[in-house]
């Protein structure tokens, strides 16, 4: 019997428990805190950087991972784009880091326990295959980079994913990711935190935003939050840090 049912690889995908790293990450949110006198930066605040993060994100990387997903036999040269377009290193450096966290995923863990599922014969398989090769020494460094959105795209073409929804989830696990950091930095508490994730504001955000870059190409994607930069690239320059950027 074969049976794919697209939503159970998306709940696998969108678990908080994957071990892609981004808790080791606040996209700039810990510089922000830190920049700022940490008692004034309340709810108020940290919804309007929230609000800021997703339009930064879908400005720059949304369009590269819609390409990823949408012309899955692009993958390494839309990384290769995609790496030559990320001017913050630092951002950069966290894009890698999570990008090759879910290749490793990919190829440990879903690649090789469903063989009726995953085909020769998929454009977006073999795409993953070959990149996950590249990946690998003595090839590192030298055909791939494995930044997070290519690699998030291809993967939920190959479960069969659509897009929209994979681009939605895309966007929420940002999210997700901003207030888990908000929680740990003593923002808001972990009821907030959930109440945050399920308020209107941010499905408006998300919808919003995905409506913007819908059809975007990756020739015009281009930061239109450029303090995000500064935030994310002076997170480095802290005296001390409990995230990674």
């Known amino acids: 019997m074969s049976f794919v049912e697209p939503n159970h690889y998306l709940l696998v995908l969108s678990d908080s428990a994957l071990p892609l790293g981004s808790f080791a990450f606040s996209s700039g949110l810990e510089s922000f805190i830190a920049h700022h006198r940490p008692q004034l930066v309340g709810h108020a605040e940290l919804q309007k950087f929230i609000v ?20 899955p036999q692009d993958l390494m040269r839309l990384d290769n ?42 454009d977006s398989v073999r795409a993953l ?37 994979a681009a939605y989830v895309f966007l929420f696990k940002h999210a997700q990711s901003l207030l888990s950091a908000a929680v740990r930095s003593s923002v808001v508490g972990p009821y907030k935190a959930q ?41 480095e320059k802290l005296y001390s840090r409990i995230f990674n950027s």
């Open 52 to 71: 800021l993060s997703i339009a930064s994100v879908s400005s720059t990387v949304l369009p590269y991972m819609l390409a990823a997903h949408r012309r």
């Open 81 to 122: 784009d995609l790496d030559a377009s990320t001017l913050c290193q630092v951002a950069r450096r966290a894009s890698v880091a999570q990008g090759r966290a879910l290749i490793a995923v990919w190829d440990r863990c879903f690649a090789s326990n469903d063989s009726e599922r995953w085909t020769e014969n998929d």
């Open 129 to 165: 295959k070959a990149f996950t090769i590249a990946l690998r020494p003595p090839h590192t460094s030298a055909q791939a980079y494995g930044h997070f959105p290519v690699v998030w795209g291809a993967v939920n073409r190959a479960m069969s994913v659509p897009l929209k929804t």
């Open 195 to 235: 109440s945050i994730l399920a308020c209107g504001w941010l499905q408006e955000s998300i919808a919003c935003a995905l409506d913007t870059e819908w059809e975007t190409d990756v020739r015009d994607a281009g930061q239109v939050v450029p303090l995000m930069d500064l935030w994310v690239g002076l997170h």
